[in-house]
């Protein structure tokens, strides 16, 4: 069965950095799209940035310009590089294999950007 761990949250000021990843077990990291969610206190889930297999990324406006996602298929791991941050970043992010249907979800990991 497939596990997904992401590590590198915490708390950081405004203006600050944080670099998430997300390690998969199993097989066959290199077909899928991966992608990283967030989801705030009160509020839905939502996509934060996606990576195609291929390495086609898509960003969500708000954090366009200072998030940047990248994957290492040699280590099954896709990484979440946030930038500028802002309080309203914060939330629990999720990492999240294949861009379809029937996607497996890791536990999540909180990142927390304080004024």
């Known amino acids: 069965q497939v596990q997904l761990v992401e590590s590198g949250g915490g708390l950081v000021r405004a203006g600050g950095s944080l670099r998430l990843a997300c390690a998969a077990s199993g097989s066959f990291f290199s077909i899928y799209g991966m992608g990283w969610y967030r989801q705030a206190t009160g509020k839905q889930r939502a996509m934060v940035s996606q990576i195609t297999s291929g390495g086609i990324k898509t960003y969500a406006d708000s954090v366009k310009g200072r998030f940047t996602i990248s994957r290492d298929n040699a280590k099954n791991t896709v990484y979440l590089q946030m930038d500028s941050l802002k309080p309203e970043d914060t939330a629990v992010y999720y990492c999240?294999?294949?861009?379809?249907?029937?996607?497996?979800w890791g536990q999540g990991t909180q990142g927390t950007v304080s004024s």
């Open positions: 999240r294999r294949g861009l379809g249907t029937s996607p497996v």
